[in-house]
């Protein structure tokens, strides 16, 4: 029992993680139409940020939050006046090759900055404990406050965009370009607003799961894919979807403990020979596949 | 001095490579309420989007209290005060009516003068107001047509153009929707009406141009355009 609580309560955590990686996605296809192959690479400068500011200046990982999260918004505001914007004259063709070519800089920046080693936090407050949730069940306090962390920055970019002046013009935006053109809202700006507010959310994620996860210049690709399945999952350019198919795709990930759990319930052997945890993956580009295939629209339907 | 508010002329436009408006010219005075009739596909939509700047001009010029705005960006030449309600309406579909009204105040930062405009809103088509909680895309087709005109008035618009707000309309609502435009031009607004449903807009209307495949081939009072005859034969199949 304790093992099926643990990872039921393992998925959800790390779900509501995954969910804020995803909504940047969300955002920017919701406002441009545009795919961003680079998602994961923006979530890698953030963990990378998130890393080097708690060495370089010796804070916890946790305060590193804000510099990730500025640091993602002029990314996004960047890339989108510096090569973005040029692409939107094109075809849509155009557009998928233009951020996976951005996607492919990212990576390389990276390596010829970073090299190509594994770097993880080994300090930090909460960095290596853990809490008893009772019932048996044991989360790493990392994880734990990085999935509440999470829920707090989504819950603040959903105010943002129903709440506030500017957030509602974004998303207006997002549900029709002319519409919001003869309202007098800037929609150029919008396209730039959105790249920001896209690219803050997915390195603050960043920054929140280098505190339980190693980083390297490939890391990137998992999480595009995994945020194009939560995505794909929810609807392209649904908010709430985003989040309530992050909780989905955690569970999906946490496929080998209810496997375990299943293994010692019914005594199993034969269970114990699949070697469940090298597929983790697995099941999550499975899981995208079927999306794709059964409800192309998502559970939630494609922005309005 | 300028006594119009608007003038636009002669704009010539196209898509790609072909042309669609060829040397427009039309004005509009500060209080007065001019149609366009033109049949499907004359250009009247593009002609409208032409001074919104969302549709460029390869000639001419497009002048509002005088000033060049050709060029301008959409969102500068709504903040000077021409508003436009678009053809098949383009509404938030899945935003409130009230979200919908106030986003036409986008422009408008003063927070008592956005209510103030809401409360006009309200006051002009009292059904919205019973509505105001719900997704704007669930209205019927003549209440999403008042959520379009009202949201256009949200930001104190100079000059309202309106592109077939009878589009789609049953009859009874057709006689509704233009009644309304009659209210706002006896409170004084200017209006640019584009229609194809004839008559009710002249009778409305203090003039009229006729727009025929990119060209404008009769202008005048309702009266006189009622009598020409390039207007019968291409509307009244006389
Ligand atoms: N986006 C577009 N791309 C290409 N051609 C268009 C487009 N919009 C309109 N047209 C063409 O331009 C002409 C005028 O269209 P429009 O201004 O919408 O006419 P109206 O509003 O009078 O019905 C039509 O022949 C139409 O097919
Ligand atoms: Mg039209």
Same mark, same amino acid.
């Given at each position: ?6 990872? !039921? ?23 441009? $139409?545009?795919?961003?192959?680079? =998602? ?10 998130? !890393? ?25 505001? *960047? ?7 040029? !692409? ?29 080693? $594994?770097?993880? +936090?080994? =300090?930090?407050? +909460?960095?290596?404990?853990?809490? $008893? ?25 959903? +105010? ?52 339980? &996860?190693? *980083?390297?210049?490939?890391?990137? !690709? ?28 955690? +569970? ?30 697995? &099941? ?19 922005? =309005? | ?22 040397? /427009? ?28 700047? #969302?549709?460029?001009?390869?000639? %001419? ?20 005060? /021409? ?53 704007? #895309? ?75 495949? %990119? ?24």
């Amino acid at each position: 029992m304790e093992i099926l609580l643990s990872a !039921l309560v393992s998925g959800l955590l790390l779900g509501l993680v995954l969910a804020l990686v995803a909504l940047g996605l969300t955002i920017i296809f919701g406002v441009m $139409d545009i795919v961003n192959f680079a =998602h994961g690479e923006f979530l890698m400068v953030g963990m990378y940020t998130g !890393l080097l500011t708690a060495q370089g200046l010796g804070i916890d990982p946790l305060l590193t939050l804000p510099v990730a999260g500025a640091v993602g918004f002029l990314l996004g505001i *960047v890339c989108y006046f510096g090569f973005i914007k040029f !692409l939107l004259r094109g075809p849509m063709v155009a557009q998928l090759l233009g951020t996976f070519g951005l996607m492919l800089f990212l990576r390389n920046l990276a390596l010829l900055i970073f090299g190509s080693e $594994d770097r993880a +936090l080994h =300090h930090g407050l +909460l960095v290596g404990k853990s809490f $008893d949730i009772g019932m048996g069940v044991i989360v790493s306090a990392t994880k734990l406050a990085a999935a509440g962390l999470s829920v707090a920055a989504f819950v603040a970019v959903w +105010l943002f965009m129903n709440r506030t002046r500017i957030g509602k013009a974004l998303t207006a935006t997002a549900l029709n370009r002319s519409a919001a053109r003869y309202m007098g809202i800037p929609t150029e700006r919008m396209n730039a607003l959105a790249w920001g507010a896209g690219g803050a959310s997915v390195t603050i994620a960043g920054a929140l799961i280098v505190n339980f &996860w190693s *980083v390297n210049p490939f890391i990137g !690709l998992l999480f595009t894919m995994i945020a194009f399945a939560i995505v794909a999952l929810g609807g392209f350019g649904s908010v709430p979807g985003a989040f309530f198919a992050g909780l989905v795709v955690g +569970l999906i990930m946490e496929i080998p403990g209810f496997w375990d759990f299943f293994m010692f319930t019914f005594n199993a052997d034969w269970m114990a020979k699949v070697p469940m945890t090298s597929f983790k993956y697995m &099941w999550v580009y499975l899981a995208y596949f079927v999306i794709m295939v059964v409800r192309p629209r998502g559970l939630f339907g494609w922005k =309005h | 001095m300028h006594q119009h508010l608007l003038q636009v002329e002669a704009i010539s436009s196209r898509y790609g490579g072909i042309p669609v408006l060829h040397g /427009v010219s039309l004005k509009v005075a500060r209080g007065e309420t001019v149609c366009v009739l033109g049949s499907n596909g004359a250009g009247k939509s593009t002609l409208l989007r032409a001074v919104m700047g #969302s549709q460029r001009i390869t000639d %001419g010029r497009i002048l509002f209290q005088g000033e060049e705005i050709q060029g301008l960006r959409t969102e500068e030449i709504v903040r000077r005060g /021409v508003v436009y309600v678009p053809e098949g309406k383009m509404l938030f579909g899945p935003l409130p009516v009230e979200e919908n009204l106030l986003l036409g105040a986008y422009t408008l930062k003063d927070e008592r003068t956005i209510r103030r405009n809401l409360e006009f809103v309200y006051g002009l088509f009292p059904r919205l107001r019973e509505r105001k909680q719900q997704p704007a #895309s669930t209205l019927s087709g003549g209440e999403q047509q008042m959520v379009a005109i009202g949201r256009g008035l949200m930001s104190n618009p100079q000059l309202l153009m309106l592109d077939e707000p009878s589009l789609g309309l049953a009859p009874l609502l057709v006689d509704e929707v233009l009644d309304t435009v009659h209210g706002l031009k006896k409170e004084g607004m200017t209006i640019l009406l584009v229609e194809q449903s004839v008559r009710e807009a002249l009778d409305l209307a203090d003039r009229g141009y006729v727009l025929q495949t %990119g060209r404008i081939t009769a202008e005048g009072t309702g009266r006189e355009l009622l009598e020409s005859d390039i207007f019968r034969s291409a509307f009244l199949g006389i």
